[in-house]
């Protein structure tokens, strides 16, 4: 009986494979468990078309993800926030309300999970901000923090 492996089987092969197995092996294990489709030309060319879609898919979210790295790479944001002495914010800026500003102010959408800060922000002054977005593709920004008036 002939298989396409849907999933990796340990000791058989890879997703995609086609591969040469007895029936009750075929018949009980891997199709009974979802682990394996039996390998018709219908179900092979699905398969193969359905991997496709995917690779453009990933593909198409690479592109964006690039896009939006150099959309923030050139992207300088300002944050007003109360002050005390010695310039010393109230608190100090969080990744949420880093997150707020970014999507108010330049209409880009991030999450807050993505955004690296080396130390807090605890005083006025010009920061660099570092997003990691996925893929192995990071931007980093401006972030100059000023007094509220």
């Known amino acids: 009986m002939k298989v396409l492996l849907i999933q990796n089987v340990q000791g058989l092969g890879k997703a995609g494979e086609i591969h040469e197995v007895k029936d009750g092996y075929g018949q009980n294990f891997l199709i009974a468990k979802g682990k394996a489709k039996l390998a018709t030309n219908e179900v092979i060319n699905r398969y193969k078309h359905e991997q496709k879609q995917l690779e453009q898919k990933k593909a198409l979210e690479l592109a964006e993800q690039k896009q939006l790295a150099s959309t923030l790479d050139s992207l300088t944001l300002s944050l007003s926030k109360k002050v005390g002495a010695n310039n010393a914010l109230f608190g100090s800026i969080t990744k949420d309300e880093i997150a707020h500003a970014l999507e108010a102010h330049s209409k880009v959408s991030i999450d807050k999970k993505w955004i690296v800060l080396n ?8 920061f660099k901000v570092s997003v990691k977005i996925g893929n192995g593709i990071s931007a980093q920004f401006t972030l100059n923090v000023v007094a509220e008036s």
């Open 119 to 126: 130390e807090p922000i605890k005083h006025l002054g010009t």
